[in-house]
Every structure is written in C-alpha cells, then in structure tokens.
C-alpha cells in the first residue's frame, strides 16, 4: 500500500455540487447566491436574532418574574435513601464522597437533606444543608449532623 491507492471509506464521501465552478457545473455564475443584496456578498454574517429588521421575538415576548443570582442549588435527598443506602451498604456515617459513589449526587453538588421517609438507623450524616424535620429525625436516633 502506498499514497497512490489510498481512497475514502465507503460512505464517508458524498458527490454535493462544486459551486463556483464555471456554467458548465449549473452553479456558476452566482454561485446558487442570487444577484446582490448581503447576503450574496463574501463576509456576510447577521447577529444571532436578528429578523432582518423586525422586531426580535425575543424583545417582543413580555418578560416576568424575578431570578436570584445568588441562589443556591442543592441536591435534595430524603431519608428515606439515605437510610436505604445506609442499609445496603452497612454504613454508620454518610458524608458527600458516599453519596457520591452511590450516585446520589454529582461531585461539585451542595447536598440538603430532607426530612422525607422513615429512619431506623443511628448514623452520622454530613451535608451542607439539614432541614428541620431531617435534623430533628437524625438527631431523635442520637445521630449526628454535621453542615460542611
């Protein structure tokens, strides 16, 4: 084999017609770009949203509501899971690496546990947010919580 017999994979080539080719092709010409205007210009580019003029949709649709741009989004977890966890695995201390590995939580998630289901087990738990009723379940079990 040498770089004389070298041919495409079967497939991976398709015959589009070469524009700007001369008349002979049936793209010469104007090359398939119509007469003038910008858009048969070389260069032409239009801003993403731009509606030739119109008003953008975007500026017409009325905007509402509020977004906080210091919100913080937690991963929300229920006893429930984490007893079943605790369970499956025979744990006595639940911390992020253990949720982690579960594939309960991704690696750079805030972790809120949440007061949802039953707990049976004495275990240590460690997040960054308890709600009232979780803390109050862990610690009723003489559990403890710890907020990273």
């Known amino acids: 084999m040498d770089l004389s017999n070298l041919k495409p994979a079967e497939g991976s080539t398709h015959s589009?017609?070469?524009?700007?080719?001369?008349?002979?092709?049936?793209?010469?010409?104007?090359?398939?770009?119509?007469?003038?205007?910008?858009?048969s210009r070389s260069g032409y580019k239009t801003r993403r949203g731009f509606e030739g003029g119109q008003m953008p949709l975007q500026r017409v649709v009325p905007k509402s509501g509020f977004k906080n741009i210091n919100r913080k989004e937690f991963k929300a977890i229920n006893l429930d899971s984490i007893q079943e966890l605790a369970e499956n695995l025979k744990l006595t201390v639940i911390d992020e690496n253990t949720l982690v590995e579960a594939g309960l939580a991704s690696k750079r998630d805030k972790i809120k546990i949440l007061g949802d289901g039953v707990l049976t087990l004495k275990l240590d738990v460690k997040a960054h947010a308890f709600s009232k009723r979780a803390k109050e379940t862990i610690e009723k079990l003489e559990g403890t919580t710890e907020i990273l």
């Open 16 to 39: 589009e017609k070469r524009i700007g080719r001369g008349q002979g092709s049936g793209h010469g010409g104007t090359s398939t770009r119509g007469h003038k205007g910008a858009k």
